[in-house]
């Protein structure tokens, strides 16, 4: 079979960040659904959380796929390679976070600060990403942050997994070598009472890069497949569907399983993590594989203007979906409904407010969601990002 050559940029794979950080939404936001669907769709719902190994797949892929062989481990690349990365995470997460403690102390919520006796220091840790490897810590400030220290982790990991594969050709070993590593530092420091560092064994595998590794590598597996392959020439759709049924799969088989106690999804109970870590992040790369290669109408669909531009704006919705910006929207929406109740009131209207049924507020908030999503995408993070890309950050000035 004739090989294509490979193209640079996949619109496809930037409408599956939508897509991921959509499944994530509706994960926590299951309960507005309870009671009108069956127990065993409500427990699938609730393990839609699947969106964060779509995002770990997709970076493990899309890095190696940037940098494989464009990476050298040379001080200068290295400094290059990290202020990318930044440029791409940091500035929202960063202005949000600083948004989160602020908002914690003007209303003395406890969402960003109560962790810690000393909030200033929770906010380094916030800042630092740190308090992911703290079971205690680990949803402070932006709750669903703690990805991010998964993500980074990974960031500065990866030209070392690379230039690791390149020299010995052991890709799978280091996943291997990476979740023993995090098991030794569960037996070293689980005893201990120092906010969960390392806390336990399930802290360890759901929330760390030690226990989540192997969905970067099976991003990493895939790119290094089409890297060494190439693009085959054919239009036919043999995995790409047959891979997305089995995504959803995998939390109604989560759903199905007992939540430890102290936990709060089938994703924590130990076949849980199998599935999740492991099984789920292999189907999810050959998912990738066909949306790549198959030329079917899903593709077409997630590389539409609009997905992409979701894509795009989805680490903001990530970011905004869940704590102190959620709660502002609800907030806000609570006085409309009261404002329009008292409209009735004065005209002795005994009709609904549409803003009171919990699946329209839902739906309404995810819309309002995107749209502010997509504003400051285009007018904080796009722009930071191509002005920190361009700065001379952590780039050291040539000597004469």
Wanted: proline letters at 4%; charged letters at 15%.
């Amino acid at each position: 079979m004739t090989q294509q050559p490979l193209p640079k940029y996949i619109p496809a794979l930037t409408g599956v960040r939508a897509l991921a950080a959509y499944l994530v939404f509706i994960s926590h936001y299951d309960y507005v659904f309870d009671g009108s669907f069956p127990h065993i769709v409500q427990r699938s719902l609730q393990e839609f959380h699947i969106g964060v190994t779509i995002f770990f797949v997709l970076s493990g892929f899309l890095i190696t796929y940037r940098y494989y062989y464009n990476f050298y481990l040379t001080s200068d690349r290295f400094r290059q390679y990290l202020k990318n990365r930044i440029a791409r995470i940091y500035p929202m997460y960063f202005l949000l976070t600083i948004c989160a403690f602020v908002y914690d102390y003007l209303t003395r919520d406890a969402n960003a600060g109560s962790a810690l006796p000393n909030t200033f220091v929770l906010l380094l840790m916030n800042l630092t990403f740190l308090r992911g490897f703290f079971n205690d810590l680990k949803f402070t400030g932006i709750a669903q942050g703690w990805s991010l220290t998964v993500e980074e982790c990974f960031y500065f990991a990866a030209p070392f997994a690379f230039w690791f594969h390149k020299r010995y050709k052991k890709l799978l070993l280091q996943p291997v070598v990476i979740i023993a590593t995090g098991a030794l530092l569960v037996l070293m420091f689980g005893h201990l009472d120092w906010y969960g560092f390392f806390g336990n064994m399930t802290f360890m595998m759901i929330h760390t890069f030690f226990g989540r590794c192997f969905e970067f590598f099976a991003g990493i597996y895939l790119a290094l497949v089409l890297l060494n392959k190439g693009m085959p020439n054919g239009n036919r759709s043999n995995y790409t569907y047959p891979a997305f049924a089995l995504i959803f799969v995998c939390p109604v088989v989560m759903g199905l399983l007992p939540i430890p106690h102290g936990w709060s999804a089938g994703l924590h109970h130990p076949i849980g993590i199998v599935i999740n870590n492991f099984v789920l992040a292999s189907v999810i790369a050959i998912f990738f594989y066909g949306l790549i290669t198959e030329a079917t109408f899903l593709k077409k669909a997630l590389a539409s203007p609009l997905a992409e531009l979701l894509g795009k704006s989805s680490f903001i919705f990530y970011l905004i979906h869940l704590g102190f910006f959620r709660d502002l929207l609800n907030n806000g929406l609570n006085l409309l409904n009261d404002q329009v109740f008292e409209w009735y009131d004065r005209r002795r209207l005994d009709w609904h407010s549409p803003f009171e049924n919990d699946v329209v507020n839902l739906v309404l908030q995810f819309v309002l969601l995107n749209l502010i999503s997509i504003f400051l995408y285009k007018c904080i993070e796009e722009p930071l990002n191509h002005r920190i890309r361009r700065s001379s950050l952590l780039i050291r000035p040539k000597q004469r």
